[in-house]
């Protein structure tokens, strides 16, 4: 156990719609990371907040959003949603900013229908 | 920009064989490199990372990984496989851009099989 908690563990939604994945960090992690991994994209780095901005960003759609809160749960918005967006989507938290290492939740599989 | 490769989609290995996960990177500053495991079903798990301390890095499980700056490779090793190191395994390296972020760039996976 990773001590990062993401809910809802499955999420099965029809094109068009809109969805929120929740994530809880380490207590103590200031930062939170989301990824998405799919069959034909790999691992893909989305977004990185810390401490409640945001700090960088990857391979995010314009449809796609996140914010971290003032208690360093993060929330990853996902709209308009398409069957390509179907994919497992993972948190990950560390200390703080810089190469440390980051510890991953256990992932929201996402279905598209 | 600094990536990994990560040579082999799959490997098999035969029980109590040795496992070797190949990851070269490129990066034109020395890198921070990581392994992760992923098991069936999980999120990925650290193995073991190389921040320039030491070239060779031991991590969980009896894992270890050298780096070698003139082959530009960072491979996986484990001397005896065992049949609970089926996985997938990625290599990653860190990039720290000019405001101090950091983001973590994976390569593709190689999926381990142990065949008893």
């Known amino acids: 156990d990773s001590g990062v908690t993401q809910t809802p563990k499955h999420l099965i939604t029809a094109t068009g719609q809109r969805v929120t994945l929740r994530c809880s960090p380490r207590?103590?992690?200031?930062?939170v990371y989301w990824y998405q991994q799919s069959l034909d994209q790999g691992l893909q780095f989305l977004i990185q907040?810390?401490?409640?901005?945001?700090?960088a960003k990857g391979n995010i759609l314009e449809r796609f959003s996140a914010q971290q809160f003032p208690d360093l749960h993060s929330e990853l918005n996902l709209s308009s949603l398409e069957l390509g967006d179907s994919a497992l989507y993972f948190c990950?938290?560390?200390?703080?900013?810089?190469?440390?290492?980051?510890?991953f939740g256990p992932g929201t599989r996402l279905t598209v229908t | 920009a600094q990536s990994v490769t990560q040579l082999g989609s799959h490997v098999s290995v035969s029980e109590g064989a040795l496992v070797l996960l190949r990851c070269n990177y490129s990066s034109s500053v020395p890198p921070y490199l990581f392994w992760y495991v992923q098991y069936p079903n999980q999120g990925l798990q650290l193995l073991l990372k190389y921040t320039s301390a030491a070239t060779l890095v031991k991590g969980i499980n009896g894992f270890e990984a050298e780096f070698k700056k003139s082959e530009t490779s960072f491979h996986l090793t484990k001397p005896s496989a065992h049949m609970s190191d089926a996985a997938e395994y990625f290599c990653?390296?860190?990039?720290?851009?000019?405001?101090?972020?950091?983001?973590?760039?994976f390569g593709t996976g190689t999926r381990l099989t142990i065949i008893p």
């Open positions: 990950a938290s560390s200390v703080a900013e810089g190469p440390y290492e980051q510890y």
């Open positions: 207590s103590g992690d200031l930062s």
């Open positions: 907040y810390y401490n409640g901005e945001e700090r």
């Open positions: 990653a390296v860190s990039k720290t851009d000019l405001f101090g972020n950091e983001k973590l760039t």
